[in-house]
């Protein structure tokens, strides 16, 4: 790892701006809309983060001209990671870099090819001013007309006009939606939080289900939460996102979502109220335990492990056969086989006619129809993986079950996690006694569903599945449930 460019602007910057890449930005214009801000230039300072070993030009051009102007450069620290080719990006490692090396009290993780205003910084800092014990999002508003690739500066008003596909009455839906605001926000979008906020819970979660393009800053919302600070969306400033290749990052390795590409590691927090990450950098917990007089080349040696390291290679995910594949000499039953193989693909058809739905009623033109039907391959493909992790998720869950001398669950909910422990359950020694969930007018894979409240007289363990799901633990427990009964999958 190497600091390419490294100025400080000023001694002490109020705020740092941590963008990153994995050598995949064509353009860098986000480092020109952060040059024009309402506030001096020496009140917040901005870091570019390359995972890999790419030495944009457009970054060296920016600092070159800089110097012959006079004027604060583009950048203030430009650091390549020059990690191997062969390791899938990790952005949570990225955050946890850019961590160690900001000065500025006020921590923000942006979005790297998003425009801001003018007044982007400020409202941060005002943020933060008016109350400390925050951790702030910015929601986005995203354009997926092509008339802006390749990127040719459009104004605000041209971003939120045709082409637009969450922008209603002068705010993004996401703001405006009250049901599911987890899904229809962009929580990747921007986020801050106090610099020794982020030490004090231990940095970003370098856990292996957040490798790749699952997950983001939110986990890190999820676990300040939990440490008492608030979660805030600023409700008057946005960024701004225009179509590119490869913005929903196409091709690149899922960690378990939940369909909606909400990895449900992360939203488990929500529900354990786990502060610390599962895998916490070392760098980061020599923050967190000791100091913050640690040398940089310390400093540097502690972030990197190449143990953990050696399972991010690409070649490894690579080699995962198709999920019906892998479920080959798992069961001995061939009836369970047969009835797990039915259930997956009827989870698959499902989650493709929601996708498909969600589509034509985002769409504006045939071409945007016929784009996403161009790109249905890669959802297919997406979601075989996604379905893959549940699996292993599942399975998991029902070893741990045996292990702990466990025999006999309740399982609150009826989604299709739900369904495939209640299948896995047939080739155990593990009895269900009964599905709980909130409608109890129908059956659900030979249960008759009872009404949750019923629980409350029931002394053994209860499986409650991920599957979006927001205040299931909370209402379990209000009812007279202890927490020690309930069981996470």
Same mark, same amino acid.
């Given at each position: 790892?190497?600091?390419?460019?490294?100025? $400080?602007?000023?001694?002490?910057?109020?705020?740092?701006?941590?963008?990153?890449?994995?050598?995949?930005?064509?353009?860098?214009?986000?480092?020109?809309?952060? %040059?024009?801000?309402?506030?001096?230039?020496?009140?917040?300072?901005?870091?570019?983060?390359?995972?890999?070993?790419?030495?944009?030009?457009?970054?060296?051009?920016?600092?070159?001209?800089?110097?012959?102007? #006079?004027?604060?450069?583009?950048?203030? @620290?430009?650091?390549?990671?020059?990690?191997?080719? &062969?390791?899938?990006?990790?952005?949570?490692?990225?955050?946890?870099?850019?961590?160690?090396?900001?000065?500025?009290?006020?921590?923000?993780?942006?979005?790297?090819?998003?425009?801001?205003?003018?007044?982007?910084?400020?409202?941060?800092?005002?943020?933060?001013?008016? /109350?400390? $014990?925050?951790?702030?999002?910015?929601?986005?508003?995203?354009?997926?007309?092509?008339?802006?690739?390749?990127?040719?500066?459009?104004?605000?008003?041209?971003?939120?006009?045709?082409?637009?596909?969450?922008?209603? /009455?002068?705010?993004?839906?996401?703001?405006?939606?009250?049901?599911?605001?987890?899904?229809?926000?962009?929580?990747?979008?921007?986020?801050?939080?106090?610099?020794?906020?982020?030490?004090?819970?231990?940095?970003?979660?370098?856990?292996?289900?957040? +490798? #790749?393009?699952?997950?983001?800053?939110?986990?890190?919302?999820?676990?300040?939460? $939990?440490?008492?600070?608030?979660?805030?969306?600023?409700?008057? *400033?946005?960024?701004?996102?225009?179509?590119?290749?490869?913005?929903?990052?196409?091709?690149?390795?899922?960690?378990?979502?939940?369909?909606?590409?909400?990895?449900?590691?992360?939203? =488990?927090?929500?529900?354990? =109220?786990?502060?610390?990450?599962?895998?916490?950098?070392?760098?980061?917990?020599?923050?967190? !335990?000791?100091?913050?007089?640690?040398?940089?080349?310390? +400093?540097?040696?502690?972030?990197?492990?190449?143990?953990?390291?050696? /399972?991010?290679?690409?070649?490894?995910?690579?080699?995962?056969?198709?999920?019906?594949?892998?479920?080959?000499?798992?069961?001995?039953?061939? =009836?369970?086989? +047969?009835?797990?193989?039915?259930?997956?693909?009827?989870?698959? +058809?499902?989650?493709?006619?929601?996708?498909?739905?969600?589509?034509?009623?985002?769409?504006?033109?045939?071409?945007?129809?016929?784009?996403?039907?161009?790109?249905?391959?890669?959802?297919?493909?997406?979601?075989?993986?996604?379905?893959?992790?549940?699996?292993?998720?599942?399975? =998991? #869950?029902?070893?741990? !079950?045996?292990? &702990?001398?466990? &025999?006999?669950?309740?399982?609150?909910? /009826?989604?299709?996690? %739900?369904?495939?422990?209640?299948?896995?359950?047939?080739?155990?020694?593990?009895?269900? *006694?009964?599905?709980?969930?909130?409608?109890?007018?129908?059956?659900?894979?030979?249960? @008759?569903?009872?009404?949750? *409240?019923?629980?409350? &007289?029931?002394?053994?363990?209860?499986?409650?599945?991920?599957?979006?799901?927001?205040?299931?633990?909370?209402?379990?427990?209000?009812?007279?449930?202890?927490?020690?009964?309930?069981?996470?999958?």
């Amino acid at each position: 790892m190497e600091i390419i460019f490294n100025q $400080n602007t000023s001694p002490s910057p109020i705020i740092s701006i941590i963008l990153l890449d994995w050598s995949i930005r064509e353009s860098f214009h986000i480092l020109y809309y952060l %040059s024009d801000q309402t506030i001096p230039r020496e009140q917040y300072e901005v870091i570019w983060i390359e995972y890999y070993n790419k030495h944009a030009h457009e970054l060296e051009a920016g600092i070159e001209e800089g110097k012959k102007l #006079g004027i604060p450069p583009i950048v203030d @620290k430009w650091i390549v990671m020059d990690m191997p080719r &062969n390791i899938y990006y990790h952005k949570h490692l990225m955050y946890n870099i850019g961590t160690l090396v900001t000065r500025g009290k006020i921590v923000t993780f942006c979005d790297s090819d998003a425009i801001v205003k003018p007044t982007f910084i400020e409202n941060i800092i005002k943020s933060f001013d008016e /109350d400390p $014990n925050i951790v702030l999002h910015m929601d986005e508003a995203r354009n997926n007309d092509k008339r802006f690739y390749p990127f040719n500066y459009p104004s605000v008003e041209e971003v939120i006009g045709e082409g637009v596909i969450n922008w209603k /009455d002068g705010k993004t839906t996401g703001m405006l939606d009250r049901v599911d605001p987890h899904h229809t926000r962009n929580y990747g979008a921007c986020m801050s939080a106090l610099r020794e906020d982020f030490i004090n819970i231990g940095g970003a979660d370098e856990h292996i289900d957040y +490798l #790749g393009h699952i997950c983001g800053p939110y986990e890190m919302t999820f676990r300040l939460v $939990n440490a008492g600070k608030k979660e805030v969306w600023h409700q008057e *400033e946005f960024l701004y996102h225009v179509w590119h290749p490869g913005q929903a990052g196409h091709g690149n390795y899922l960690g378990p979502h939940d369909g909606k590409h909400m990895s449900t590691t992360a939203l =488990k927090t929500r529900y354990t =109220k786990r502060i610390l990450p599962l895998t916490e950098n070392p760098a980061i917990r020599m923050l967190r !335990l000791e100091s913050d007089g640690a040398g940089w080349e310390l +400093l540097k040696r502690l972030a990197f492990s190449n143990e953990e390291m050696m /399972d991010w290679k690409i070649e490894e995910f690579e080699k995962r056969e198709d999920i019906l594949l892998r479920l080959k000499n798992i069961f001995v039953e061939p =009836k369970v086989k +047969l009835r797990l193989r039915i259930l997956l693909f009827q989870i698959l +058809l499902g989650q493709v006619i929601e996708r498909t739905m969600e589509s034509l009623v985002e769409s504006h033109s045939i071409r945007d129809i016929l784009w996403k039907v161009f790109k249905s391959p890669n959802y297919l493909r997406n979601m075989d993986r996604n379905n893959s992790s549940i699996l292993k998720r599942c399975k =998991k #869950g029902i070893r741990e !079950l045996k292990l &702990n001398n466990i &025999n006999e669950v309740a399982i609150y909910g /009826d989604g299709y996690v %739900s369904k495939i422990v209640c299948v896995l359950a047939l080739n155990s020694a593990i009895r269900i *006694e009964g599905v709980y969930g909130k409608d109890s007018s129908r059956k659900f894979m030979g249960f @008759k569903i009872r009404p949750f *409240e019923a629980l409350k &007289n029931y002394d053994g363990n209860i499986i409650l599945t991920l599957e979006g799901l927001e205040n299931e633990v909370m209402q379990l427990k209000e009812i007279g449930v202890r927490g020690e009964q309930i069981i996470l999958i």
